[in-house]
């Protein structure tokens, strides 16, 4: 069966005129200590999250440091360059599940995520937390209201129905295989014990790679970016390139945010790398204890499923 959906067009400008637009308010929880916004997106991101820390300190003593620095030993030491290959493999079978966008929101219900130092709420929470902090700041970019519903969606990984992959193998922070592990990477110290770490071929700057490669044909840490990446390219969305870019990479703090790994961009990546600047923002600092009413939103973020994907898809 042939599904036609209407390509929604893009424009890159309007980007433009929003970062240089006035913030609008973005009221996150009562009682939260809300700071302008350094940043030009036009939005709020308050200054502590939920536990009353700054947002990503894995150093902060608080109640799910050592869960999440455990996560990074187990992370460092067994994300290698043949075990990405394999599951890259493995994966795009597709032959787990056949499902819609929003039954797969549902099942996220069940998870929880133990790298992340910011929230402990479930994660359907955290997708229309992103989506609606976004939407309130970018009205008319829908595409980009749905990939926040949907970027965080390959975390059904860790469901028995699709692997029960250990945490390691699907959350946290991710960062390429093939060449050095980058210093500004979280707890750089455990790579010590990754076999590639000693590996001539892949201990380089470049290692496997050549200058200006381009991401897309970088290997990066297996987890649930790199897996609603393919899922999201096999079942034929129409989302736009950008929107793909920041399923595959919202997870890559080393370049994101450190800004390492630069040497292996190409122009397109320059221009998806703008969007997954602000994407970011919304993925991070929309994190709250202040709940959405799941049924009342639903309406709206179907409309975008309807828009931009089949009804099923192959998992
Ligand atoms: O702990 C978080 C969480 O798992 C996010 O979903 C991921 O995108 C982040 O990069 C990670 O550090
Ligand atoms: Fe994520
Ligand atoms: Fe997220």
Known sequence: MTIIIEKPDLD????????QEEPRELVLDAGFKVQKSVTNTGFDAPEINSFGQSFRDYEAESERKETVE???????????????????????????AEMSIWECCELLNEVVDESDPDLDEPQIQHLLQSAE???????????????????????VLLLPQF???????????????????DESIIHHKYFKGNPDHNNPAYNTKNGIYKEGCGLENVMISWGHDDYMYLVTKENGTTLPPAALFIIRFHSFYPLHTAGAYKHLMNKEDEENLKWLHIFNKYDLYSKSKVLIDVEEVKPYYMSLINKYFPTKLKW
């Open 133 to 155: 902090a976004i939407r309130k700041d970018y009205p008319d970019q829908d595409w980009l209201h749905l990939t926040a519903l949907i970027h965080d969606l390959g975390k």
């Open 163 to 181: 692997g029960g992959l250990p945490q390691w193998a699907v959350v946290g922070d991710t960062f390429p295989l093939g060449c050095a592990f």
């Open 12 to 19: 890159l400008q309007i980007m433009e005129q929003k970062v």
């Open 70 to 96: 455990e996560f990074y030993r187990l992370q460092h030491i067994n994300q290698t360059y043949d075990f990405v290959k394999r599951m890259r493999e493995e994966y795009s079978k597709f032959d787990r």
